[in-house]
């Protein structure tokens, strides 16, 4: 298991769900892995896991909707390994929260927006000039079904994911001179534990069973599909957004 040996990854939202995932995996892939987000004690246990196995990683507390933090959180992470491959842009979510257009409060749709959209843009801003300076690299933005289908009563959700789509191909036009390959991944339903606790909603539950018919999503099997993107396996795919969503056409 080596596809990625000798690249510096940045795993945004690493400290759960399908970002630790990504973490773990792309190290057991050789990759040293920064793992970042905003939870101190959960970051360092995800580090603390992936050296126990023999990897290599370092945590950076990181708030991706703050510019500061997030241009800082880069710099480290260059001037510790050297250099930056991978950025995998995975912080962001939704609410129960989330509602039709003429109902979400706009402190949600806000919030949402600040997330998904602004701290994946702050991702590509700032660490695409270091992997400029590498030589090229890859980015994979997490999107959702929901930006792609939508997804109604998720109003805000939606329109943000959709906007991640877009970047996403825009960039992918943008860097590819510059030997930068920019996908996205956008997942249905995954079993993380933010999920699980939406699904404590009968409305949301009873939504899930009734379209995604092979089920909940690993974080692992959308890890997955991260490393792939992440690898040289991937080197000819730009601008793309892989849709997993287990059946819910």
Excluded at 58 to 73: P, Y
Excluded at 93 to 113: I, Q, T, Y
Excluded at 153 to 177: C, F, H, I, N, P
């Amino acid at each position: 298991m080596n596809r990625l040996v000798g690249k510096t990854a940045f795993v945004a939202g690493a400290t759960s769900g399908i970002g630790r995932a990504a973490a773990e995996l792309f190290a057991a892939e050789g990759a040293r892995v920064v793992v970042a987000g905003r939870r101190t004690a959960e970051g360092e246990e995800v580090v603390n896991g992936i050296r126990v196995l023999g990897g290599e990683a370092i945590f950076i507390q990181t708030d991706v909707t703050e510019e500061a933090s997030i241009a800082v959180a880069i710099d480290q992470t260059v001037r510790h390994y050297g250099s930056l491959n991978v950025l995998f842009s995975n912080a962001g979510g939704s609410s129960n929260k989330d509602g039709s257009v003429v109902d979400v409060a706009l402190e949600e749709f806000w919030r949402v927006m600040k997330l998904d959209v602004y701290g994946t843009f702050l991702c590509n801003r700032f660490a695409i000039p270091h992997l400029i300076a590498a030589g090229g690299g890859a980015i994979i933005n997490m999107a959702s079904h929901a930006g792609v289908v939508g997804s109604p009563g998720r109003d805000a959700y939606s329109s943000a994911k959709g906007a991640v789509v877009t970047l996403t191909r825009t960039l992918a036009k943008e860097y590819a001179a510059k030997k930068i390959r920019v996908n996205a991944i956008a997942p249905a339903a995954v079993s993380s534990g933010r999920i699980q606790k939406m699904m404590e909603d009968p409305n949301i539950r009873a939504m899930v069973e009734a379209t995604q018919v092979l089920g909940l999503i690993s974080p692992k099997e959308i890890a997955a599909t991260a490393v792939f993107l992440a690898s040289e396996e991937a080197r000819c795919m730009t601008g793309q957004v892989l849709n997993i969503h287990a059946g819910a056409f």
